[in-house]
Antibody, heavy 121, light 111 residues
Framework: EVQLVESGGGLVKPGESLRLSCATS????????MSWVRQAPGKGLEWIGR??????????DYAAPVKGRFTISRDDSKSTVYVQMNSLRTEDTADYYC????????????WGRGTTVTVSS | QTVVTQEPSFSVSPGGTVTLTCGLN?????????PSWYQQTPGQAPRTLIY???RRSSGVPDRFSGSILGNKAALTITGAQADDECDYYC???????????FGGGTKLTVL
């Protein structure tokens, strides 16, 4: 069974940084694109970015609201994906989910349970 | 700016059929956008229902089906049940960078 477990969420002040991790199991991680999706309190889902596999160039794509502030990376030896979030803003407050992305059918497949990030002074 | 449109809310009677739609603020939705659908109950992670327009994800009952209706993607729930009452999101893949764009979600009430 594929499992994704996010960690690293917490309470930070505006302008501070945080790194989220997503540990995976039950899949051949190096073959899987990984995405991050967030959900602000009471709001809808928002894709923030993805990292492709090494064989696909390990290309990273970001959504406009986080480009230049967030950095997604992966460690295939640890089957883990990360998102480094810098210059955090109050509007980054959300639940953050990591998701496997099936690139040959273009959809998001298995979701983690999420980790909560609160940005507040 | 690309906006994926969904009905903010919808209601259906138990046992009834409902069709939720997913459009674009410009142009038509086609299978080229690989529409997919996700279900989310409050406080839970989303669950994948439909991908590639009309393929059901593993374990999803056949009460859920996807299609293209006119110029929109559509999710049809047949024989609605009480636990279908939750939020439904569609996703379209856009552009050269295959950006993932979520619709605003539809809150479905079963009553």
């Amino acid at each position: 069974e594929v499992q994704l477990v996010e960690s690293g969420g917490g309470l930070v002040k505006p302008g501070e940084s945080l790194r989220l991790s997503c540990a995976t199991s039950g899949l051949t991680f190096s073959n899987v694109w990984m995405s991050w999706v967030r959900q602000a309190p009471g709001k809808g889902l928002e894709w923030i970015g993805r990292i492709k596999t090494k064989i696909d160039g390990a290309t990273i794509d970001y959504a406009a609201p986080v480009k230049g502030r967030f950095t997604i990376s992966r460690d295939d030896s640890k089957s883990t994906v990360y998102v480094q979030m810098n210059s955090l803003r109050t509007e980054d407050t959300a639940d953050y989910y990591c998701v496997t992305e099936i690139h040959y059918h273009y959809y998001m497949d298995v979701w983690g349970r999420g980790t909560t990030v609160t940005v507040s002074s | 700016q690309t906006v994926v449109t969904q009905e903010p809310s919808f209601s259906v009677s138990p046992g009834g059929t409902v069709t939720l739609t997913c459009g674009l603020n410009y142009g038509s939705v086609s299978s080229d956008y690989y529409p997919s659908w996700y279900q989310q109950t409050p406080g839970q992670a989303p669950r994948t229902l439909i991908y590639n327009t009309n393929r059901r994800s593993s374990g999803v009952p056949d009460r859920f089906s996807g299609s293209i209706l006119g110029n929109k993607a559509a999710l049809t729930i047949t024989g609605a049940q009480a636990d279908d009452e939750c939020d439904y999101y569609c996703v379209l893949y856009m552009g050269r960078d295959i950006e993932v764009v979520f619709g605003g979600g539809t809150k479905l009430t079963v009553l």
